[in-house]
C-alpha cells in the first residue's frame, strides 16, 4: 500500500457544476481575416460586400473534415417486476431476477484528417465503448477504420481510414492564438455534413471546466452544437488549431460558449497514440492540490492569495525527494507565475518525462526554488 503525505490544513473547495450537451462530441498566428492572405472571391461584374470572407478558407479547409458514426453497446441489468409498482416499491433498487440486456445507440461527430495516409484525430467520447466505427468522407465515401489509440485523460483519439492522397488540414500554432480573433468551427451538427459557422477566441487557457482531467481549452463564441465534436477549429490560415469537444449549456443547445481541445495538445497526444497505442505522461508525485486562497496564504506566509497549495504527495516521489513539502504554496514554474491549482496541473501535465522542473515555493514567508526531475507517471499514482 502506497502512502502519501497530507497537508493538514483544512482548504475549502468550491466548484462550480456547468451542465454539457450530453452526446456532444470536438498551429501559425491567427491574422485578423482582412489580410491580404484572405483573398476575397468575388464574381466578375459584382461588387464585393463589406466585411471578411472567409469562403477560400471554407474551400480549402471542409474536406478534411469527416463524418463520423459509431455503434456503442451499453450492457444493462433489467427486472421484470419494475413494470409492477407493487414490486417494484417493495424490492426498489434489488428487485429479483435481473436479466442482462443490451442497449444499442449510435454516436454521430466529426473528425480531422490530419495525415494525407488517413490519419484522423477526434474527441474519445464520440467512439468510446464502440462496437463499430465508421467514417464519411467529404466525397461520401464510406471508409473502413482502424482504431489506433484513445486517451480520455484529454478526451482525443485517432483513427486511420483506408485512403491515399486524402485532403488534410495542416497542424497550427495554438500557443499564438488570441482572444478576438476569427476562427470557424466546421462539422456535422445535427448530422448536416460539412457545416461552417464563424466566430472568434473569446478564451484561451480555460479550465476548471469538468470536461477532462487535463483542461487547457480554447473558448469560442463559433456556433457548436451536437455532432461538431471532433471537427476542426481553424484560423485564417486555414490550420487547425483546435479539435472541438464540448459546449456549456442549459437548453442542450448552441448559447456562444464552446470548448476545443488546442492543437499543440491534440497533437502531442496524437503522435504518441500513433507511435505507441498510448501517452506517457509525467509525474513528478503530487497527487492533490488547492487554490491558494486568502485564509490559506495568510496562514502559510505568502503575501497574495496567489499560486497552488500542495495538500498531498507520494513518500519517495520525485517531488518528496527533491524536498517539497505538504502546504508549500508553488507560485511559478520554470519561472512562469502559476495562478492557481488548475494552472499547476496543467504544467505538470505537459512536462516531458526526462526533463526536470523548477518549481518557486513560498514556505513559512520565504520563497525557494526546488529543482524536481520528471519521471513516468505509474498507473497507479
Not at 58 to 85: G, K, M
Not at 272 to 297: F, M, N, P, Y
Not at 326 to 331: A, F, L, Q, Y
Request: hydrophobic letters at 40%.
Amino acid at each position: 500500500m502506497r502512502r502519501s503525505r497530507v497537508f493538514p490544513l483544512a482548504l475549502a473547495v468550491v466548484s462550480l457544476g456547468l451542465g454539457l450537451a450530453a452526446g456532444l462530441h470536438l498551429n501559425g498566428r491567427l491574422e485578423p481575416a482582412t489580410r491580404a492572405d484572405v483573398p476575397a472571391r468575388t464574381p466578375v461584374g459584382r461588387t464585393p460586400l463589406p466585411g471578411p470572407d472567409f469562403s477560400e478558407i471554407a474551400r480549402q479547409a471542409t474536406p478534411a473534415v469527416v463524418n463520423i458514426s459509431a455503434l456503442q453497446v451499453v450492457r444493462t441489468e433489467h427486472s421484470p417486476f419494475f413494470s409492477d409498482p407493487f414490486f417494484r416499491d417493495f424490492f426498489g433498487r434489488e428487485a429479483p431476477f435481473r436479466i442482462p440486456q443490451e442497449e444499442r445507440k449510435t454516436s454521430l461527430g466529426s473528425g480531422v484528417l490530419v495525415g494525407p495516409d488517413g490519419l484522423v484525430v477526434t474527441n474519445n467520447h464520440v467512439i468510446e465503448h464502440a462496437r463499430q466505427i465508421a467514417v464519411t468522407t467529404s466525397d461520401r465515401k464510406r471508409h473502413k477504420v482502424t482504431l489506433l489509440g484513445t486517451d480520455p485523460v484529454t478526451d482525443i483519439a485517432v483513427l486511420r481510414i483506408d485512403g491515399r492522397a486524402l485532403p488534410t488540414l495542416p497542424w497550427g500554432d495554438s500557443s499564438a492564438a488570441q482572444v478576438g480573433e476569427y476562427v470557424l468551427a466546421i462539422g456535422n451538427p445535427f448530422q448536416l455534413n460539412q457545416t461552417v459557422t464563424m466566430g472568434i477566441i473569446s478564451a484561451t487557457g480555460r479550465s476548471n471546466v469538468g470536461i477532462v482531467d487535463y483542461e487547457d481549452f480554447i473558448q469560442t463564441d463559433a456556433a457548436i452544437n451536437p455532432g461538431n465534436s471532433g471537427g476542426a477549429l481553424v484560423n485564417t490560415r486555414s490550420e487547425l488549431i483546435g479539435i472541438n469537444t464540448a459546449i456549456y449549456s442549459e437548453t442542450g443547445g448552441y448559447q456562444g460558449v464552446g470548448f476545443a481541445v488546442p492543437a499543440n495538445l491534440a497533437r502531442r497526444v496524437v503522435e504518441q497514440l500513433v507511435a505507441k497505442g498510448r501517452v506517457a505522461r509525467g509525474s513528478i508525485g503530487i497527487t492533490r492540490l488547492a487554490d491558494a486562497s486568502s485564509d490559506a496564504a495568510a496562514a502559510l506566509g505568502a503575501s497574495a492569495p496567489r499560486g497552488a497549495v500542495v495538500v498531498e504527495l507520494l513518500r519517495a516521489s520525485p517531488a518528496d525527494r527533491a524536498g517539497v513539502e505538504p502546504g508549500d504554496i508553488v507560485v511559478a514554474v520554470d519561472g512562469r507565475a502559476v495562478e492557481d491549482a488548475a494552472q499547476l496541473r496543467n504544467e505538470l501535465a505537459r512536462a516531458e518525462v526526462g526533463s526536470a522542473l523548477r518549481l518557486t515555493v513560498v514556505r513559512g514567508g520565504r520563497r525557494r526554488e526546488i529543482r524536481v526531475p520528471v519521471e513516468e507517471a505509474r498507473p497507479d499514482a
